[in-house]
């Protein structure tokens, strides 16, 4: 008896001490386990064999239940920082947040970040072409999507352009990624304008963690070619700092009936410093600079099918301070200037930014965890057309667009450990649409340290773009009266696109090797920008562009990560998604949002194997509902990675890409640049890599 009592105190203690120890949700809701009399009066205990029993009972069912709590949450304690900027856990974030770590880029053998968001529950991931994809979540869809924010080391990279990502110059090495957080639904309380359907935050590892050598090298059918390499470690005067590089070389995919246009190559070179001051303040400093080309094929009935060499270069270079002022009280200050060059379609785009941050956390009172800040952002374009006859333009050629903005946000303990409400908003004046107001209020519950409830109700805006506020295209466009070329003229006059969404989630550490997340959500769009065609009573037909459009989206998404063996874990998710476009007339169908243009389902599995003598096996199995929209089929792919050790520092793989099918579409042409879809083809590359 004395043995077992002894054995489970133990256990308990451990658990108690993990649990303490943990970020995550509850940490402190376990009792104690005994008091020092307990401890300490043993012999008293033994003269009354009743009372020693009754107290052990006691002492027991308390440590058996300290055991329960404890063998909850290792997915609700993961670490995110970019539902609230600040450091929390997944359980105490009340949005739909996932969080893709390195472990699970390294075991997937992806080569580049559209890749790796294919891991993300929810996100439609699409390849267009061999450079050119659309990425969005529970919206529009498109290679020019605008409402999903991306960041990297809390550096925004939309193109102002169009307001969305362009994919082929956003890299890094996948080695030096500490994790990526995917938000799915609105994050512009604090992030601002267009983090309206999401929000993904590319995180990569501190210097200090990237000391030593690193280096990776490999070639297949698809991946043509590809080297990376980093070497860190420590000044004698304390700053951590890493350098590394990379290069690709991805060959053309297949394309019936034609020959395809869309290989691409691109180098880059970066580094990052890290400093802790005797005062304990942080700075960081890092950068990078790209240079390289991704090839086009256009298919514009007026001017016919053309072949466009796209240069792109470009660079960047950030620093951060952070002053830890207390232990519930610190302060950040963020720098950084982005340069970026591209030539498209005879069209140059030369852009400078200039983006200045700041931002600080507290606590008021001890129920209170007030975050707020300010952002001034300045971005300097120049826009030129060399075409003889142009197909996009800019009037004026050069402009400067200022962005002035603060946030607050109130996490407010109603029950500790129990009951959260938080209240924020952003505060922003723009160029483009004047002043805008984005709040939010959500509301977490925690039942018990291993189940977290949540819902929320935000509103998040998408200000206008460079091109839809001063930009002329020639659109091929079907008109009543035949189909010719139009001219596209906007007027600068357009307000932002706003959306109310409403979400509601769960989620659960069933025991300690399952846990599961389930999401729902519906969304309200207004003012969606549209194309609208006018006859004029003198003169040609022309497009213009006006802010009636809508839109109501919904949708489910749920996710499960098993560890069904030792050797065997698996990973897998389905989402759900539907949204209607309203757009009246004269608006022109399909330009504010093709309604079928998402897919209605998705399903993604994984299987993880730790196989004997250092083996890892890794199987990625996706299905994707077919896009009427974009006339593409569904379609299901299976990725494979196999994995061993080779030594003491040296690794090797074999990835094999949608290994069942010969090749298949993912998406359609673009209405406005007419980029030709090429077809993902069966794939296969090897590489090794090397730490030490």
């Not at 003269?47 to 069912?61: A, C, G, M, P, V």
């Not at 069933?510 to 549209?530: P, R, V």
């Not at 003198?538 to 990560?561: C, H, K, N, Q, R």
């Not at 004269?586 to 093709?594: D, H, I, L, Q």
Request: aromatic residues 10%.
């Amino acid at each position: 008896m004395f043995t077992v009592a002894a054995i489970l105190v133990g256990a308990g203690t451990t658990g108690h001490a993990q649990q303490t120890a943990a970020p995550g949700v509850g940490a402190d809701i376990a009792p104690p386990l005994a008091d020092e009399d307990h401890a300490t009066d043993g012999s008293d205990a033994a003269d009354d064999d009743e009372s020693f029993d009754s107290e052990l009972d006691s002492l027991l069912e308390q440590d058996l239940g300290a055991l329960r709590r404890t063998s909850v949450a290792p997915s609700l304690e993961v670490e995110v920082t970019s539902v609230s900027r600040q450091k929390s856990t997944i359980g105490r974030s009340p949005a739909a947040v996932f969080v893709i770590t390195n472990e699970m880029i390294r075991r997937s053998g992806y080569q580049s970040i559209p890749e790796v968001l294919r891991l993300a529950p929810g996100l439609q991931v699409s390849r267009i072409d061999g450079n050119k994809w659309s990425i969005s979540s529970r919206g529009e869809s498109g290679r020019f999507s605008d409402k999903l924010l991306v960041q990297i080391d809390g550096r925004t990279v939309y193109n102002p352009l169009f307001a969305g990502v362009l994919w082929d110059v956003q890299d890094v090495l996948l080695e030096d990624v500490l994790r990526i957080e995917v938000i799915r639904g609105p994050g512009a309380t604090v992030w601002g304008a267009n983090a309206v359907n999401g929000v993904i935050n590319i995180l990569t590892k501190p210097s200090s963690q990237t000391h030593g050598s690193y280096a990776i090298a490999g070639a297949g059918t698809l991946e043509q070619g590809f080297v990376g390499g980093r070497l860190g470690g420590r000044t004698e005067s304390g700053v951590d700092y890493r350098v590394w590089g990379k290069w690709y070389q991805r060959d053309e995919m297949d394309l019936v009936g034609g020959t395809p246009y869309d290989a691409t190559e691109q180098a880059r070179l970066g580094f990052r410093t890290d400093w802790t001051a005797p005062s304990d303040d942080q700075v960081s400093f890092q950068g990078q600079y790209y240079n390289g080309q991704s090839d086009s094929l256009s298919d514009r009935d007026f001017a016919g099918r053309l072949r466009f060499d796209q240069p792109v270069a470009g660079g960047n270079l950030l620093t951060r301070w952070t002053r830890k002022h207390s232990r519930d009280h610190e302060s950040s200050l963020q720098l950084y200037y982005d340069r970026f060059d591209r030539k498209a379609y005879g069209f140059n785009q030369q852009t400078n930014i200039f983006d200045l941050d700041f931002q600080s956390h507290f606590r008021y009172r001890c129920d209170h965890a007030i975050i707020w800040g300010a952002g001034y952002r300045a971005i300097f374009d120049k826009l030129t057309n060399n075409d003889p006859v142009p197909y996009i333009a800019a009037d004026p050629q050069q402009r400067t667009v200022q962005r002035f903005s603060a946030f607050i946000q109130d996490e407010m303990t109603l029950l500790e450990d129990v009951l959260y409400f938080t209240l924020g908003s952003k505060f922003s004046h723009n160029t483009f649409s004047n002043f805008e107001l984005q709040p939010s209020a959500r509301l977490l519950w925690l039942p018990s340290e291993s189940d977290a409830a949540w819902c929320a109700i935000s509103r998040a805006v998408r200000t206008p773009s460079r091109l839809s506020a001063d930009g002329q295209l020639i659109v091929n466009q079907p008109t009543p009266l035949g189909n010719f070329p139009l001219m596209l003229f906007t007027d600068g006059d357009l307000g932002a696109e706003n959306l109310v969404a409403y979400e509601v989630g769960y989620r659960q550490q069933t025991n300690e090797y399952l846990s599961w997340d389930a999401t729902a959500y519906f969304h309200d769009y207004d003012k969606l920008h549209a194309l609208r065609l006018n006859f004029p009573t003198v003169g040609v037909p022309f497009l213009d562009i006006s802010d009636t459009a809508s839109a109501d989206g919904y949708g489910f998404e749920l996710s499960a990560t098993a560890q069904l063996t030792g050797c065997w874990t698996v990973r897998g998710w389905y989402a759900f998604q539907r949204i209607q476009f309203d757009e009246p007339p004269p608006s022109v169908p399909g330009t504010a949002g093709k309604s079928d243009a998402l897919p209605r389902n998705q399903v993604s599995l994984t299987n993880s194997f730790d196989l004997r003598r250092g083996c890892q096996l890794d199987l990625i199995t996706r299905y994707v509902d077919s896009l009427p929209a974009e006339a593409t089929p569904s379609y299901l792919a299976v990725d494979t990675r196999l994995g061993w050790n080779l030594g003491r520092h040296l690794s090797a793989s074999i990835v094999g890409r949608n290994l069942f099918d010969r090749r298949h579409y993912e998406f359609g042409p673009n209405l406005f640049t007419g980029d030709v879809p090429t077809e993902v083809p069966r794939s296969v590359h090897a590489y090794v890599e090397w730490r030490r």
